[in-house]
């Protein structure tokens, strides 16, 4: 019977791994789509924001009641893991609590430390679920959540909420049959929270005590494992990419837009065309201007785009949002990872991608969203993550304006008066000191 | 008062102690006009020997590179910096946070590095330096002000303080929105929207924010922004208080309070 366990286990988790791997192969080579962007600049800043925003979640605690919920889910989450390594070892090598004999008294100590965490998940995902679906937190019930989105993330909330509960199901079981000296469970002192509730499992005979242990134990891994594999295809993802996220953000003043060389290459070798290299060399390919899709876009905001877990922060405090434009920050990420892997599965079919008449603009983002932006920044501001919708907004403008012409009638006027009168009202330049001349008047 | 331009100094040879960056709103439009009136009048009263560039500024190229006109942005950039440049200009100040971005953060990887410095951080070092004396209870004293981020000069930038000190320094009481420093809520003018009808929505963003700012029960709101002036002033109007409120850059309020 042990043995028969252990292959399972062996093959069971084997699988979830390579499939796992296999997977965030994809998502990789989907980043990698993006365009080459070298940061590695300033690294002890950047383990610094790893420190700080990931590890130590600082900008969640702008908002401490949700902050502090999601610490203990996450703290319990990274915590839990230990026990996950112990049951894991145990799966493989058929053992049973292949800690408890090792640490001794430190083990129920331990157990009890990961059995308050666990209660503390559980309490913190049964609020959130109510955050979700009875208080109806706004940010959390905006349209553009609605089907998958907002399945996804009861269907996460749920299955923790499952986890943790067989996990102090089989503790309190296993400790009845401790009680019992029966067969192979070792002896430990009682755990904290499973054993207040013994006396529940107490008339239970021994089998069926097995029975309700191994049930436990196996739901659990499973669970853990199917866990493992839903990640990426979840928002839930953060939890991985928050990391690395955090450690390519932007160092820069958040008011700082990226240069386009190419085109101050074009303009300077138009003021000063003895600069501007021999017709006939080598040219470089041209790039489009701006984005039009998610290839256009810098790998960053495609790992963005995968670390984005939908919170909505950025879409509370953007100024269009608030004000009843169809603009939403974290739709413009959401568009960008469905779109994204649209063309990943493009290219798994096609081995390269092949022309889907479609595009992340106009497909998926409306002009109408695009130019309601007022670049304020409160969106990346707000990330906890580090994630910066207003790039891709930014590049997205690029391609409106520079390849379609596609700018309203005010903005064709704002720019030819800059380009003729340099100023964008239609003001003539010989008054730009006029103020000057009636201040010297008086 | 005499304001001299940059050719004027340099027929003469000498080098001002800083450049004034006016920017188009400071020069062209009527309500900033005055800000940039006030700015220069401390200046003078002071006795910073400061300059202006006149009819050769041109626009920075802010309300271009934000609506994604890259092409036009790099031409006012590649002649202002030209302009710059020939006359060795070392320090900047600008009373308008947009110029101040585009200039300190956006025009070193185009050749044009400056010690750029926004107006309200230059009033906060005169202050501190003692070279701006206020009036004993000036008009302001005791009065309940509230103060608007710029999102250029606060969350692009992170100057959230400089601007309260100086207001600190009238004796103001300061009340805060319910949205201020890094979760202040942008004016509704900036990434060129200043220029273009706003798209349809519930409400305009500086009707939010200026119902927000009435609601501290401030007497004045405090700018740093010609933009974000004009924007706000809009939205007091919308809400029938312009005769109770005011919208004030900082600057205006230290020429107001400036000792005799």
């Not at chain 1, 610490?71 to 493989?92: C, K, P, Q, S, T």
């Given at each position: 019977?042990h043995l028969?366990?252990?292959?399972?286990?062996?093959?069971?988790?084997?699988?979830?791994?390579?499939l796992?791997?296999?997977?965030v192969?994809?998502?990789?080579?989907?980043?990698?789509?993006?365009?080459d962007e070298?940061?590695n600049?300033?690294?002890?800043?950047?383990?610094?924001?790893?420190?700080?925003?990931?590890?130590?979640?600082?900008?969640?605690f702008?908002?401490p009641?949700?902050?502090?919920?999601?610490?203990?889910?996450?703290?319990?989450?990274?915590?839990?893991?230990i026990?996950i390594?112990?049951i894991?070892?145990?799966?493989?090598?058929?053992?049973?609590?292949?800690?408890?004999?090792?640490?001794?008294?430190l083990y129920?100590?331990?157990?009890?430390c990961?059995?308050i965490?666990?209660?503390?998940?559980?309490?913190?995902?049964?609020?959130?679920?109510?955050?979700?679906?009875?208080?109806?937190?706004?940010r959390?019930?905006?349209?553009e959540?609605?089907?998958?989105?907002?399945?996804?993330?009861?269907l996460?909330?749920?299955?923790?909420i499952?986890?943790?509960?067989?996990?102090?199901?089989?503790?309190?079981?296993d400790?009845?049959?401790q009680?019992?000296?029966?067969?192979?469970?070792?002896?430990?002192?009682?755990?904290?929270i499973?054993?207040?509730?013994?006396s529940?499992?107490?008339?239970?005979?021994?089998?069926?005590?097995?029975?309700?242990?191994r049930i436990?134990?196996?739901?659990?891994?499973?669970g853990?494992?199917?866990f493992?594999?839903?990640?990426?295809?979840s928002k839930?993802?953060?939890i991985l990419?928050?990391f690395?996220?955090?450690?390519?953000?932007?160092?820069?003043?958040?008011?700082?837009?990226?240069?386009?060389?190419?085109?101050?290459?074009?303009?300077?070798?138009?003021?000063?065309p003895?600069?501007?290299?021999?017709?006939g060399?080598?040219?470089?390919?041209?790039?489009?201007?701006?984005?039009?899709?998610?290839?256009?876009?810098?790998?960053?905001?495609l790992?963005?785009?995968?670390?984005?877990t939908?919170?909505g922060?950025?879409?509370?405090?953007c100024?269009?949002?608030?004000?009843?434009?169809?603009?939403?920050?974290?739709?413009?990420?959401?568009?960008?990872?469905?779109?994204?892997?649209?063309?990943?599965k493009?290219?798994?079919?096609n081995?390269?991608?092949?022309?889907?008449?479609?595009s992340?603009?106009h497909?998926?983002?409306?002009?109408?969203?695009?130019?309601a932006c007022?670049?304020?920044?409160?969106?990346?501001?707000?990330?906890?993550v580090?994630?910066?919708?207003?790039?891709?907004?930014?590049?997205?403008?690029r391609?409106?304006i520079?390849?379609?012409?596609?700018?309203?009638?005010?903005?064709n006027?704002?720019?030819?008066?800059i380009e003729?009168?340099m100023?964008?009202?239609k003001f003539s330049?010989d008054?730009?000191?006029?103020?000057?001349?009636?201040?010297?008047?008086? | 008062m005499?304001?001299?331009?940059?050719?004027?100094?340099?027929a003469n040879?000498?080098?001002?102690?800083?450049?004034?960056?006016?920017g188009?709103?400071?020069?062209?439009?009527?309500?900033?006009?005055?800000?940039?009136?006030a700015?220069?009048?401390?200046?003078?009263?002071?006795?910073?020997?400061f300059a202006?560039?006149g009819?050769e500024?041109?626009?920075?190229?802010?309300?271009?590179?934000?609506s994604?006109?890259?092409?036009l942005?790099?031409?006012?950039?590649?002649n202002?910096?030209?302009?710059?440049?020939?006359?060795?200009i070392?320090?900047?100040?600008t009373?308008?946070?947009?110029?101040?971005?585009?200039?300190k953060?956006?025009?070193?990887?185009?050749g044009?590095e400056?010690?750029?410095i926004h107006h309200?951080t230059?009033?906060?070092?005169?202050?501190?330096?003692?070279r701006?004396?206020?009036?004993?209870?000036?008009s302001?004293?005791?009065?309940?002000?509230?103060?608007?981020?710029s999102c250029?000069?606060?969350?692009?930038n992170?100057?959230y303080?400089?601007?309260?000190e100086?207001?600190?320094?009238?004796?103001?009481?300061?009340?805060e929105?319910?949205?201020?420093?890094?979760?202040?809520?942008?004016c509704?003018?900036?990434?060129a929207?200043?220029?273009?009808?706003e798209?349809p929505g519930?409400?305009?963003?500086?009707?939010?924010?200026?119902?927000e700012?009435?609601?501290?029960?401030?007497?004045i709101?405090?700018?740093?922004c010609?933009f974000c002036t004009?924007?706000?002033?809009?939205?007091?109007?919308?809400?029938?208080?312009?005769?109770e409120v005011?919208?004030?850059?900082?600057?205006?309020?230290?020429a107001?309070s400036?000792?005799?």
């Amino acid at each position: 019977m042990h043995l028969v366990q252990q292959i399972l286990f062996i093959l069971l988790g084997g699988t979830a791994i390579y499939l796992f791997t296999k997977k965030v192969g994809s998502i990789r080579r989907n980043i990698m789509l993006g365009r080459d962007e070298q940061i590695n600049d300033r690294p002890s800043e950047r383990w610094r924001n790893v420190l700080l925003q990931a590890l130590g979640q600082k900008k969640m605690f702008k908002r401490p009641v949700p902050a502090l919920l999601h610490f203990a889910v996450y703290a319990g989450f990274i915590i839990i893991n230990i026990e996950i390594l112990e049951i894991f070892l145990d799966g493989i090598l058929g053992k049973h609590r292949l800690f408890a004999p090792l640490i001794g008294g430190l083990y129920p100590i331990l157990i009890g430390c990961f059995e308050i965490l666990a209660v503390l998940v559980l309490v913190s995902c049964a609020i959130f679920l109510v955050r979700r679906n009875i208080l109806k937190v706004r940010r959390l019930n905006m349209k553009e959540l609605n089907g998958w989105p907002r399945e996804d993330a009861n269907l996460i909330l749920i299955t923790e909420i499952v986890l943790m509960s067989l996990f102090l199901t089989m503790n309190t079981a296993d400790l009845v049959l401790q009680s019992r000296h029966y067969e192979h469970y070792t002896v430990t002192s009682i755990f904290w929270i499973s054993g207040n509730f013994t006396s529940l499992f107490s008339g239970l005979s021994d089998t069926t005590l097995v029975g309700i242990e191994r049930i436990c134990w196996w739901l659990h891994i499973v669970g853990v494992f199917a866990f493992l594999n839903y990640l990426p295809y979840s928002k839930h993802l953060h939890i991985l990419l928050a990391f690395p996220n955090a450690y390519f953000t932007r160092l820069e003043p958040q008011g700082e837009m990226d240069n386009m060389e190419a085109i101050q290459k074009e303009v300077l070798y138009m003021m000063r065309p003895e600069l501007a290299p021999a017709a006939g060399a080598e040219q470089p390919a041209h790039q489009r201007f701006g984005a039009k899709d998610v290839m256009d876009l810098s790998w960053k905001n495609l790992m963005d785009a995968y670390s984005c877990t939908e919170c909505g922060r950025c879409t509370a405090s953007c100024p269009a949002n608030i004000t009843g434009k169809k603009l939403s920050p974290r739709k413009i990420m959401m568009d960008t990872r469905d779109r994204l892997e649209e063309v990943g599965k493009n290219i798994d079919k096609n081995k390269s991608f092949v022309d889907d008449g479609k595009s992340l603009v106009h497909d998926y983002i409306t002009v109408e969203e695009l130019r309601a932006c007022t670049t304020c920044q409160a969106c990346v501001e707000a990330c906890p993550v580090g994630i910066e919708p207003l790039s891709i907004i930014n590049e997205l403008r690029r391609y409106l304006i520079m390849e379609e012409s596609n700018a309203p009638q005010e903005w064709n006027l704002m720019s030819g008066n800059i380009e003729n009168n340099m100023a964008p009202w239609k003001f003539s330049p010989d008054d730009r000191d006029a103020w000057a001349l009636e201040m010297s008047g008086s | 008062m005499m304001i001299k331009s940059m050719a004027e100094y340099a027929a003469n040879g000498e080098q001002p102690e800083v450049l004034f960056w006016v920017g188009c709103a400071g020069s062209f439009d009527q309500r900033a006009q005055k800000i940039t009136k006030a700015f220069a009048t401390i200046l003078d009263k002071v006795g910073v020997k400061f300059a202006i560039l006149g009819k050769e500024e041109m626009c920075n190229g802010d309300p271009a590179r934000r609506s994604g006109n890259e092409f036009l942005f790099q031409m006012m950039a590649y002649n202002n910096i030209q302009t710059l440049n020939g006359y060795g200009i070392k320090k900047i100040v600008t009373a308008c946070p947009h110029c101040f971005n585009i200039l300190k953060n956006e025009y070193p990887a185009l050749g044009g590095e400056y010690e750029v410095i926004h107006h309200t951080t230059f009033l906060q070092q005169l202050i501190n330096e003692g070279r701006i004396r206020l009036k004993e209870g000036g008009s302001f004293k005791g009065k309940k002000i509230t103060y608007h981020d710029s999102c250029y000069l606060g969350r692009g930038n992170g100057i959230y303080e400089a601007p309260r000190e100086v207001l600190q320094a009238l004796d103001v009481e300061l009340v805060e929105m319910k949205r201020c420093r890094t979760n202040g809520m942008c004016c509704g003018a900036g990434g060129a929207q200043m220029f273009k009808e706003e798209e349809p929505g519930t409400t305009r963003v500086n009707f939010e924010r200026s119902a927000e700012a009435l609601d501290t029960g401030a007497n004045i709101i405090a700018a740093n922004c010609p933009f974000c002036t004009t924007m706000l002033t809009d939205g007091v109007k919308n809400k029938e208080k312009e005769d109770e409120v005011k919208v004030m850059d900082i600057a205006e309020m230290i020429a107001a309070s400036l000792a005799e």
